[in-house]
């Protein structure tokens, strides 16, 4: 069962395809671009305000480690931003246009 090449390009140049993959580069660019933006901006603040993140927050603690931990806490939610959009959205808009392609 296989496709044809002109079927192929057919639907390559088709308008759901483009807008399918159009949508997934720009949710993952969107969550990606976010993420480097606290990760950097993390980062950042440790290079130019230290003082900041050495700020106690308990006999043994600094702010640092919260906020350093809520940054890993943050690229999880990320990710279950991504799955949930995947698999509410995007897979079943690829599974629509499998269909279509699979009938004709």
């Known amino acids: ?10 639907i390559l140049e088709s308008e759901k395809f483009k807008t399918l993959v159009k949508k997934r580069i720009t949710v ?10 606290v990760y950097f901006g993390f980062i950042l603040t ?3 305000n230290k003082e900041f993140l050495s700020i106690k927050i308990g006999e043994h603690l600094t702010l640092g480690l919260p906020i350093g931990i809520g940054i890993i806490i943050f690229a999880w939610i990320l990710t279950g931003i991504y799955i949930n ?5 995007y ?6 246009l499998r269909n279509e392609v699979l009938e004709n």
């Open 1 to 10: 069962m296989g496709i044809k090449a002109e079927r192929v390009k057919e």
């Open 28 to 37: 993952s660019i969107t969550l990606t671009v976010i993420m480097l933006i």
């Open 46 to 48: 440790i290079a130019f």
């Open 85 to 89: 959009w995947a698999n509410k959205k």
């Open 91 to 96: 897979d079943k808009a690829v599974r629509e």
